[in-house]
């Protein structure tokens, strides 16, 4: 026969005609038998009889497990381990049959898949979440791949305080954001400057810085003042003082041109600016009588009122810088006598070698000894610290009558503090000494 199986072969036509779908032998001696038709019904395997009369075996149902339910089951249905198997009905059903056969030309129903086996105990997970309802699978399932349950973050209860969630920056990003900045997790705010206190010392132009004056001054020395940047405070006591001082004044001026000062309150005014650390500056004028005219007017009690002492048992210490012997001699003797000890030196540059030694508690001084430009005496208290606890009084000797300086070495004559020089040569020193003293 042909290739396709249809025509007519002449070497085998004695076989016998040829048949649809028949494979005759190829010695062609062999008859035919209806059971070696070459292609089975539809649903038959190869190699089987059939036909007439020969019914196919029906097929066996896969063995179940013992307790496992009749019936074929989903995955996932079997009864798990540790929980009885559900029993099987009470009434009687007939035992599975198999698919039937059916006729050629209609679709075929796949059989239904047979009870998966009990899985094995595995170690307990977080519960998976429900299924959403829908069709079953009428089809075998490709078993799901587990999914590794995402690690949760532990968050504390609201009595623990303030939790706060880090998770991994995401795939693809160029890096961990900055904590500060802008748009950062963490404000970075700049920081303000404090608001100035306007008690704090001004600057002595932009702002007149205040300086203590006891009495009230006259109008050429309160006008040297203003002109040098600096605005006068009247203080007339203890409490007046100490109310100022919240201000840091420059410096305590005493001078007394427009009425007169007693011991008692220039010591209290000497004491409240001490304990304030407050510079002390005393200005007086040099004049010379009898003894009798100038019976009580000793200048030594007035000095002691401003000399600070170390304690009880030690006298006052006074630097004093005079160039004239007759001078510097009668004053000498005049605060001896009150009990204090008396260093003098000649002139200013002289006086910061004796102050190293005698570490004074007062200074005395010729006004026109005072080094204006230069360092000096009141340099070196500042520079020990000793500037806010060393009064200073300072004197002008314009007045005295040259030719009668020899009576104060024979006591005809003695020394007593007057009013200063009003001349511009002492206010212009005056102020320059101020303006030294008050150097911040």
Do not use: C
């Not at 200074?363 to 806010?388: E, K, S, T």
């Amino acid at each position: 026969m042909t290739q396709s199986g249809q025509g007519h072969d002449p070497q085998n036509s004695a076989a016998g005609p040829a048949r649809e779908g028949v494979v005759l032998p190829a010695g062609g001696g062999d008859a035919w038998a209806p059971e070696q038709q070459a292609a089975p019904p539809a649903g038959q395997p190869w190699g089987e009889p059939w036909g007439p009369g020969r019914q196919p075996a029906a097929p066996q149902a896969p063995a179940q497990p013992a307790g496992a339910p009749d019936g074929p089951q989903q995955y996932g249905q079997h009864a798990p381990q540790g929980y009885p198997a559900a029993q099987p009905p009470t009434a009687q059903q007939p035992p599975y049959q198999g698919v039937p056969p059916q006729p050629q030309g209609q679709p075929q129903t796949p059989p239904m898949p047979a009870a998966a086996p009990p899985m094995p105990p595995q170690a307990p997970q977080q519960p998976a979440p429900a299924p959403q309802a829908g069709p079953p699978a009428t089809g075998p399932q490709p078993p799901a791949r587990p999914k590794q349950p995402a690690p949760q973050p532990h968050l504390m209860d609201a009595g623990e305080g303030r939790a706060f969630a880090i998770s991994a920056p995401d795939e693809g990003s160029e890096g961990p954001e900055p904590l500060d900045g802008p748009n950062g997790a963490v404000e970075v705010m700049e920081r303000q400057q404090p608001p100035m206190d306007d008690e704090l010392p001004p600057e002595p132009l932009d702002n007149p810085r205040r300086l203590l004056v006891w009495p009230a001054p006259d109008v050429a020395t309160q006008q040297a003042l203003s002109d040098r940047g600096y605005r006068p405070v009247i203080v007339n006591s203890r409490e007046e003082v100490d109310a100022q001082i919240a201000a840091y004044p420059a410096a305590l001026f005493v001078d007394p041109l427009t009425g007169p000062i007693t011991r008692t309150a220039l010591q209290s005014l000497r004491q409240a600016a001490g304990a304030a650390e407050v510079p002390v500056l005393v200005t007086a004028g040099l004049g010379q009588a009898t003894r009798e005219a100038a019976y009580g007017a000793d200048p030594a009690v007035l000095l002691k009122a401003l000399a600070p002492r170390d304690g009880e048992n030690h006298p006052a210490r006074v630097l004093l810088i005079e160039q004239n012997d007759a001078i510097a001699g009668a004053l000498t003797a005049s605060l001896e006598r009150r009990g204090m000890q008396v260093g003098r030196a000649g002139a200013d540059t002289d006086a910061v070698a004796l102050a190293t030694q005698l570490r004074p508690n007062l200074v005395v001084m010729d006004l026109m000894q005072v080094r204006r430009r230069r360092a000096g005496i009141v340099d070196w208290l500042r520079a020990n610290g000793l500037l806010d606890r060393t009064p200073l009084v300072v004197y002008t000797s314009a007045d005295l009558d040259p030719t009668q300086l020899p009576g104060l070495a024979s006591g005809e004559t003695v020394l007593f503090l007057a009013e200063r020089s009003t001349s511009a040569e002492v206010q212009s020193r005056i102020v320059d000494l101020l303006a030294k003293i008050g150097t911040n």
